[in-house]
Nanobody, 120 residues
Framework: QVQLVESGGGLVQPGGSLRLSCAAS????????MGWYRQAPGKQRELVAA???????NYVDSVKDRFTISRNNAKTMMYLQMNSLKPEDTAVYYC??????????????WGQGTQVTVSS
C-alpha cells in the first residue's frame, strides 16, 4: 500500500495560481493510477485530473487549459498546477492513488486533503 500527504493549499485571489503537491511513500512501484479529486461544501467529490502509469492525462472540462497534473517517474511526487483560479474552484483537494501488488487485491489510498479557497 501507499501513503499520501498533500500540501500547497491556501487562500488565493481569483485569477491567481497555486501548486498542490502530493508526496507518496510505500509501495509506489505498484501505482497504476494517480489523481486529484476535490469536494466543495454540499457537493459530491469529483475527479479533477488524472494521470496513468503510462503518463496519459485527463481533466474534467471545468479545469481544462487551466490545471496541469504531473508526477515524477518514481511516482513519489504528484503535482497539480492550478492557474486562472476561479471562486468555483474552492474545495478540499484530495490526492488519490491506486495500484496492485502481485497476488493481492487492488488497493486505493487517499491523502488527508488540503483546502483551496479562491476569494477576493
Amino acid at each position: 500500500q501507499v501513503q499520501l500527504v498533500e500540501s500547497g493549499g491556501g487562500l488565493v485571489q481569483p485569477g491567481g495560481s497555486l501548486r498542490l503537491s502530493c508526496a507518496a511513500s510505500g509501495s509506489t512501484f505498484s501505482i497504476n493510477f494517480m489523481g486529484w479529486y476535490r469536494q466543495a461544501p454540499g457537493k459530491q467529490r469529483e475527479l479533477v485530473a488524472a494521470i496513468t502509469s503510462g503518463g496519459s492525462t485527463n481533466y474534467v472540462d471545468s479545469v481544462k487549459d487551466r490545471f496541469t497534473i504531473s508526477r515524477n517517474n518514481a511516482k513519489t511526487m504528484m503535482y497539480l498546477q492550478m492557474n486562472s483560479l476561479k471562486p468555483e474552484d474552492t474545495a478540499v483537494y484530495y490526492c488519490n492513488a491506486r495500484g496492485k501488488l502481485l497476488g493481492t487485491p487492488t488497493w486505493d489510498s487517499w491523502g488527508q486533503g488540503t483546502q483551496v479557497t479562491v476569494s477576493s
